[in-house]
T-cell receptor, first 116, second 110 residues
Framework: NAGVTQTPKFQVLKTGQSMTLQCAQD?????MSWYRQDPGMGLRLIHY???????DQGEVPNGYNVSRSTTEDFPLRLLSAAPSQTSVYFC???????????????FGEGSRLTVL | TQLLEQSPQFLSIQEGENLTVYCNSS?????LQWYRQEPGEGPVLLVT?????EVKKLKRLTFQFGDARKDSSLHITAAQPGDTGLYLC??????????FGTGTSLTVIP
C-alpha cells in the first residue's frame, strides 16, 4: 500500500518563483491537510479539506493555495515563494466518520523546501 | 502562541530512566492524540485518548487525558534508545482544524 505520497522530496527555489507540492493518497480518505514543520514549533496547519471541492484555511494559510478536485489529490501551491516559506511540508489524510474528528492522521514522508 | 503547548521542548536522559512529557491548552478537546516522529519521516500515531481522566498504556508508555480535557501527559518507564524521537500531541478543539503541539524532542543515551 502506498498510503500518502508526496513529491518532490526536496526542492530549492529562488524568491518569487512558484511551485506546487503534490500529495496523493490511495486510502479513500475524505480529510486531507497540509502542515509545515519548523524547529521548536511542531506542525502548523496550512490548509485542509474535508472532501472534493471543499477547502478551508488553517493556522498559517498566507502565501499558499490549495484545491481538491478529486478525493485522492490535494496539491499545495506557492505562488511567489519567500525565504520565510523555507520549511518541511507534510501532507496528511484521515477518515472522518460522524462528527468528531478522532481519526488517525496518516502522513507522507515530507517535502523539504528551501527558498533562497 | 500555539493552541497546544508541550513541555519540556528537549529532553536528554540515560537509558533506564523515567520521564514525563506534558501537553497543555486553554481549550477543551473532544480527544487528544499522541504521535511519534523519527528523523526524515512523518509522525505516526501512538494513541488517542477520548474520555476525561482516561489512562491508556502502550507497553512502557502511559498516556493520561486530564479530567477537564484540556491537557494530557505521556510517561515513559525505563526509557530505551529506541524511544528516541519527537513526540507530538494533537487534537481538534472544534470542527476539522487539527492542531499539533510544539513537540518534545527526546534523546535516550545508551
Amino acid at each position: 500500500n502506498a498510503g500518502v505520497t508526496q513529491t518532490p522530496k526536496f526542492q530549492v527555489l529562488k524568491t518569487g518563483q512558484s511551485m506546487t507540492l503534490q500529495c496523493a493518497q490511495d486510502m479513500n480518505h475524505e480529510y486531507m491537510s497540509w502542515y509545515r514543520q519548523d524547529p521548536g514549533m511542531g506542525l502548523r496547519l496550512i490548509h485542509y479539506s474535508v472532501g472534493a471541492g471543499i477547502t478551508d484555511q488553517g493556522e498559517v494559510p498566507n502565501g499558499y493555495n490549495v484545491s481538491r478536485s478529486t478525493t485522492e489529490d490535494f496539491p499545495l501551491r506557492l505562488l511567489s515563494a519567500a525565504p520565510s516559506q523555507t520549511s518541511v511540508y507534510f501532507c496528511a489524510s484521515s477518515y472522518v466518520g460522524g462528527g468528531a474528528h478522532t481519526g488517525e492522521l496518516f502522513f507522507g514522508e515530507g517535502s523539504r523546501l528551501t527558498v533562497l | 502562541t500555539q493552541l497546544l503547548e508541550q513541555s519540556p521542548q528537549f529532553l536528554s536522559i540515560q537509558e533506564g530512566e523515567n520521564l514525563t512529557v506534558y501537553c497543555n491548552s486553554s481549550s477543551v478537546f473532544s480527544s487528544l492524540q499522541w504521535y511519534r516522529q523519527e528523523p526524515g519521516e512523518g509522525p505516526v500515531l501512538l494513541v488517542t485518548v477520548v474520555t476525561g481522566g482516561e489512562v491508556k498504556k502502550l507497553k512502557r508508555l502511559t498516556f493520561q487525558f486530564g479530567d477537564a480535557r484540556k491537557d494530557s501527559s505521556l510517561h515513559i518507564t525505563a526509557a530505551q534508545p529506541g524511544d528516541t524521537g519527537l513526540y507530538l500531541c494533537a487534537g481538534a478543539p472544534t470542527g476539522n482544524q487539527f492542531y499539533f503541539g510544539t513537540g518534545t524532542s527526546l534523546t535516550v543515551i545508551p
